[in-house]
């Protein structure tokens, strides 16, 4: 996803010459592209994020687009006053961008692991979240948020992610992106857990459960009309993403939910579950110690419809 | 106000010192004692420094200033309006119930105010942005940022200044406004904050030192900090000045950090001042 973003990036802002690229001091040779072609754009903030956040403000507020980019963990949790404060507090059209966000980075341990980013970011007023399923998405997602004239948060994996879109969707920020019908469960994944939710869709689709499939890359504004339609319809919600199972995308669904009235669906919520992810191993073996794999995925699901309903 | 005589400069900033008191008593709000210490920094740069017009408060090519110390707010309040940004008697609704003047500024609250403040180490970043997003469109205009000394304490505020070093911002000024006390304590105390213009050098700025109530001085630090574009290096003022200057019963005294005013003191404390 980060080539991909450093492509589209450059591509945005010969479009755009008010587009300006903040980066802390992070993606060797990534931008490489974007300095030649707009040297007087990009800025190597250092390994300073409040400053860089704070500077991205002072951009705005001058008539900029700015876009910051790092580490999800220290884009989000080091200078989370600043986007608060100096972003969302003035409504101001900056991208904060977080690469390498969930497991991305398991093996350079809990200081590189972005699990409760999505939580953060969703509750501050004015903030859009943004989560693309793949690189698809992604392109579709920036191209619109640089229209918005508010703050964006915009979390990224980091590279090889498998594409799942085989074409354009027809993708708007603020809606889901319904992929499949089904009557007995629906997935919901956000983020770069399209690729194992769409897997594991298939698996309980050979088991006989008809899975609907959606994927939800904005997580805030919720679509909640999309949502209602749903939980009208189908008793079991499953939430997939690649983040602690509070706060995020699965707190998101449930908060809403349980504010409407009558009967409503069980939600499932997939994600992490037990704090810092810490094992050495790579980003596969830890999806698999929490859970992340279209196996256990599918597994959860059968499981949850094979008991009895809560009482 | 205009550039008249200092000493008209002086009475201007003394009547900003009794409209700051009086707003302090009717609004029970606290911070009168940071707000005398940088009242004549405004004053002169309000006077005579930055080219701002009230008439014009969006204009692109306007000076731009952050009142980074956001709690000393009702002071930037009165001399805005003291220059014609708002109708004065906005000033006597400080606080009260939907007005556009909170005690620390809002985004947009009331023209001429850049930037939201409150939270102690904000300002210089986004000064830095206004600087870069300056040369960027190939813009002149100034950018100045007034802190605190307790502000200092805060990581951004030095993160912001070696970036500014770098990028070679020599028309971003910085003022500290160093009146010796943070909230619960002596500044250079509770940190090691001094010497503050050796620092600011070290971080690749030009510093001077200054009297932060002597006008003339002030005037005279503003016009060498001008004079610095073109050096490369960005240009911070570390202004010595007292809490609860103007006042003899508030001077140095940190219990003005959060009391209020009573009628009598508001009576005495104008009578100091030479005011009606």
Not at chain 1, 26 to 41: C, Q, S, V, W, Y
Not at chain 1, 76 to 96: A, F, G, K
Not at chain 1, 145 to 161: F, S
Not at chain 1, 165 to 174: Q, R
């Amino acid at each position: 996803m980060r080539n991909a973003f450093a492509r589209e990036i450059t591509a945005l802002a010969a479009a755009d010459p008010r587009l300006v690229l903040l980066s802390g001091d992070i993606g060797n040779r990534l931008f490489d592209e974007f300095k030649a072609r707009h040297p007087d754009r990009f800025f190597n903030a250092g390994v300073a994020e409040a400053n860089m956040t704070g500077m991205a403000a002072g951009m705005a507020l001058s008539g900029l687009r700015p876009v910051t980019y790092t580490i999800a963990t220290f884009n989000t949790y080091r200078c989370y006053e600043q986007i608060r404060l100096d972003l969302c507090y003035h409504r101001l059209p900056v991208i904060v961008v977080g690469v390498g966000a969930g497991l991305s980075y398991a093996g350079l341990g809990g200081t590189h692991q972005a699990l409760e980013d999505i939580a953060m970011m969703r509750v501050l007023p004015h903030m859009t979240v943004l989560c693309p399923g793949d690189t698809v998405e992604l392109r579709l997602l920036l191209r619109q948020a640089l229209h918005l004239d508010g703050p964006v948060y915009l979390r990224l994996g980091m590279k090889n992610e498998p594409v799942v879109h085989p074409a354009d969707p027809p993708l708007v920020i603020g809606r889901a992106l319904p992929l499949r019908e089904g009557e007995d469960v629906c997935l919901l994944s956000t983020g770069t857990t399209l690729p194992i939710a769409v897997a594991a869709a298939d698996r309980l689709a050979a088991a006989g459960v008809a899975a609907g499939l959606a994927s939800l890359p904005t997580v805030e504004p919720l679509d909640t009309g999309f949502l209602a339609a749903v939980a009208d319809r189908v008793p079991l919600l499953a939430t997939i993403e690649e983040h602690s199972v509070r706060g995020g995308l699965g707190s998101a669904v449930a908060e809403f939910l349980a504010g409407r009235p009558g009967p409503r669906p069980r939600v499932l919520r997939l994600g992490i579950e037990s704090g810092f992810q810490h094992r050495v191993g790579s980003q596969a073996e830890a999806r698999r110690r929490a859970g992340l794999t279209p196996e256990a995925v599918a597994e959860r699901i059968l499981a949850a419809r094979a008991a009895p309903a809560p009482s | 106000m205009g550039g008249g005589p200092a000493g008209s400069a002086r009475a201007v900033a003394d009547a900003l010192r009794g409209r700051v008191i009086g707003m302090s008593h009717a609004a029970k709000a606290p911070h009168l004692g940071s707000c005398l210490s940088c009242l004549d920094l405004l004053t002169v740069l309000y006077a005579s420094f930055l080219q701002v017009d009230p008439r014009r408060p969006d204009d692109p090519d306007r000076d731009r200033f952050i009142l980074s110390k956001g709690h000393a707010a009702p002071a930037l309040y009165a001399v805005l309006a003291h220059r014609g940004f708002f109708p004065a008697g906005l000033l006597d609704g400080y606080t009260r119930p939907d007005s556009p003047l909170e005690e620390h500024p809002g985004p947009r609250c009331v023209p001429g105010v850049e930037v939201a403040t409150g939270s102690l180490g904000h300002g210089l970043p986004i000064g830095v942005g206004m600087a870069l997003a300056a040369n960027l469109a190939g813009r002149r205009h100034r950018t100045v940022v007034l802190l605190s000394d307790g502000e200092c304490n805060e990581g951004s505020v030095w993160e912001a200044a070696m970036y500014a070093a770098a990028r070679r911002l020599d028309r971003l000024i910085a003022i500290i406004d160093v009146n010796k006390w943070q909230a619960t304590g002596r500044s250079a105390e509770v940190m090691a904050l001094e010497p503050l213009p050796q620092k600011w050098e070290a971080f690749g700025w030009t510093a001077m030192r200054i009297d932060g109530h002597d006008h003339a001085a002030i005037a005279a630090a503003l016009a060498r900090a001008d004079a610095a574009a073109g050096t490369g290096r960005p240009f911070a003022i570390v202004a010595d000045t007292v809490k609860g200057k103007g006042v003899s019963f508030m001077e140095d005294d940190n219990n003005w950090h959060y009391r209020i005013p009573t009628a009598e003191e508001v009576a005495r404390a104008r009578q100091e001042l030479g005011l009606p």
